[in-house]
């Protein structure tokens, strides 16, 4: 553990299930607060399942993670869950108007409805949600846009630490770049861990990469120190044996 980080991996493991390989098999790293991550590998490396054990959606097998110092498994889940926030690939949002789903972490709080639309506004100019979307049903948004939303929702509660799944997958390129600016400019007071095959994007925005592979950490580096080219053609062929060998998940 290192004293300036914010978040420690020692010797994780998360299996699968009884009598299933491991999913994570003794990942070890340490984040420093305010680090852009990239968590990039093959199809089936592990990459969500290090998001999901971040915030308690799963519990490792084996190893422990600390948060400031103390065990995840110390916090309870609803205030981990406050400071860790998650957005994955596929969101799901409530049965709600954007307006109310966007609002809803506040008015958990007992901010009044009032002040919660308030608070909203600025968090709808910052990430560009349409004034007209507020009073359509959630459920009615493509991929893409409940994604948008569900940022637009976590990042607004202010979090010590977000983690998103494929944040830029579902968006066009101006909004993906749009989304990257913002959360490495010095108005975003978060620490970003972000999963992301798109390398291109990745290298203009992260400060730091990890490489999983396997459920194995491969590397963990500084952008000043990753050759784009060697990672790339690394995942690459990674893919090509996980998909032809006999060990595909």
Same mark, same amino acid.
């Given at each position: 553990? !290192? *004293? *300036?980080?914010?978040? *420690?991996?020692?010797?994780? &493991? $998360?299996?699968?299930?009884?009598?299933?390989?491991?999913? $994570?098999?003794? +990942?070890?790293?340490?984040?420093?607060? !305010?680090?852009?991550?990239? /968590? +990039?590998? @093959?199809?089936?490396?592990? !990459?969500? &399942?290090?998001?999901?054990?971040?915030? #308690?959606? &799963?519990? @490792?097998? =084996?190893?422990? /993670?600390? %948060? #400031?110092?103390?065990?995840? =498994?110390? %916090? @309870? +889940?609803?205030?981990? #869950?406050?400071?860790?926030? $998650?957005?994955?690939?596929?969101?799901?949002?409530?049965?709600? =108007?954007?307006e109310e789903t966007l609002c809803y972490p506040a008015r958990l709080r007992g901010v009044g409805a009032a002040s919660a639309r308030r608070t909203l506004q600025p968090w709808l100019e910052r990430l560009k949600i349409p004034q007209d979307w507020l009073g359509r049903q959630a459920v009615e948004l493509s991929v893409g846009q409940r994604q948008r939303v569900a940022i637009a929702r976590t990042l607004a509660t202010s979090p010590d630490i977000v983690l998103l799944d494929e944040p830029t997958a579902a968006q066009d390129m101006g909004y993906a770049h749009h989304l990257l600016s913002y959360l490495a400019s010095p108005d975003n007071p978060s620490t970003v861990m972000m999963v992301n095959h798109q390398l291109e994007l990745m290298a203009d925005w992260a400060t730091h990469v990890l490489y999983l592979d396997q459920g194995k950490l491969v590397s963990y580096q500084s952008i000043s120190q990753v050759d784009w080219l060697v990672l790339k053609q690394g995942i690459i062929n990674a893919q090509n044996n996980d998909e032809w060998g006999d060990d595909n998940w």
């Open positions: 553990m !290192k *004293d *300036d980080s914010i978040l *420690d991996f020692t010797e994780v &493991s $998360l299996r699968a299930g009884v009598g299933i390989g491991l999913l $994570l098999d003794q +990942v070890s790293f340490a984040i420093a607060p !305010k680090t852009r991550l990239a /968590i +990039v590998g @093959p199809s089936g490396a592990g !990459k969500t &399942s290090l998001l999901r054990l971040m915030n #308690r959606l &799963s519990e @490792p097998s =084996s190893g422990q /993670i600390t %948060y #400031r110092q103390r065990p995840l =498994s110390h %916090y @309870p +889940v609803v205030e981990l #869950r406050r400071q860790i926030g $998650l957005v994955m690939q596929d969101s799901k949002l409530l049965e709600q =108007s954007v």
